[in-house]
C-alpha cells in the first residue's frame, strides 16, 4: 500500500530564505503531484512530476523527483509572504491518489 | 470550464441524520475521487470511481457511508446516519487518465454534525 509522508509538517521562515520541503513515498509510485492549498479553500494543482529526474519550476517553486530513492522535493527560492500556504505531496499508484498530511508553511515579512 | 462543482458548500446537521453531498465533475473527465479532509487524519481518500464505475470503496470508513456516480456528470456521498465524527470538509476532485493528469478539486462541503 502506498503511503506518503512529508516533512516538515511545519516552517516558518523568514522572507528572501531558501527552503525544502520533502515527500517520502514507501512503494513504487508512477507519478508525483504537489497542490497548495491556502486556509479555508480548494486544492490548487501545482505540478505533476511522471519521471525519475523531472525537474519543474515555477517563478519561486521548482519540485524534482527521484524515483529510486522514493524522494520529490519542493524547493522554495527567495520566499515571499504570498507563498505562506500548505503544501501538499500526493503519489499515484494502480489509479489510486495518496496525499501526505501536508507542511503548513507560513512566511514571515 | 466551470470546473468541479460541489454542493451544498455548508452542511450543519444533527447526529442521526442522513446527509447527501453532491458533485459534477468536468465534462470529459473519466476519474472521480471523493476524500475528506480533517486536521488530524489529513486528507483520506474514500473512494474513487472511472466511467461512472466505483473501483476502490476500501477508504470508505464505514457501512454508514456509501457513494454512487450513476452518471458521468454526478455523483452523491451519503452518510446515514451521521455521527459528530464525521465532522470534516469533504472534497470531490476529477481527472481524466490522459498523461497522468492532475486531479481537479471542487471547493469542498463542510459538514458539521451535532
Known amino acids: 500500500e502506498l503511503k506518503v509522508e512529508q516533512n516538515p509538517l511545519f516552517l516558518s521562515m523568514q522572507e528572501g530564505k531558501n527552503y525544502t520541503i520533502y515527500c517520502n513515498y514507501s512503494?513504487?509510485?508512477?507519478?508525483l503531484y504537489w497542490y497548495r492549498q491556502d486556509p479555508g479553500k480548494s486544492l490548487e494543482s501545482l505540478f505533476v512530476l511522471l519521471s525519475n529526474g523531472a525537474v519543474k519550476q515555477e517563478g519561486r517553486l521548482m519540485a524534482s523527483l527521484d524515483t529510486k530513492a522514493r524522494l520529490s522535493t519542493l524547493h522554495i527560492t527567495a520566499a515571499v509572504h504570498d507563498l505562506s500556504a500548505t503544501y501538499f505531496c500526493?503519489?499515484?499508484?494502480?489509479?489510486?491518489?495518496?496525499f501526505g498530511k501536508g507542511t503548513r508553511l507560513h512566511i514571515l515579512p | 470550464d466551470a470546473g468541479v462543482i460541489q454542493s451544498p458548500r455548508h452542511e450543519v446537521t444533527e447526529m442521526g441524520q442522513e446527509v447527501t453531498l453532491r458533485c459534477k465533475p468536468i465534462?470529459?473527465?473519466?476519474?472521480l475521487f471523493w476524500y475528506r479532509q480533517t486536521m488530524m487524519r489529513g486528507l483520506e481518500l474514500l473512494i474513487y470511481?472511472?466511467?461512472?464505475?466505483?473501483?476502490?470503496d476500501s477508504g470508505m470508513p464505514e457501512d454508514r457511508f456509501s457513494a454512487k456516480m450513476p452518471n458521468a456528470s454526478f455523483s452523491t456521498l451519503k452518510i446515514q446516519p451521521s455521527e459528530p465524527r464525521d465532522s470534516a470538509v469533504y472534497f470531490c476532485a476529477s481527472s481524466f487518465t490522459g498523461g497522468y493528469s492532475p486531479l481537479h478539486f471542487g471547493n469542498g462541503t463542510r459538514l458539521t454534525v451535532t
Open positions: 500526493a503519489g499515484g499508484r494502480d489509479d489510486k491518489i495518496i
Open positions: 470511481f472511472n466511467n461512472n464505475v466505483p473501483i476502490d
Open positions: 465534462s470529459g473527465h473519466d476519474y
Open positions: 512503494t513504487t509510485s508512477d507519478r
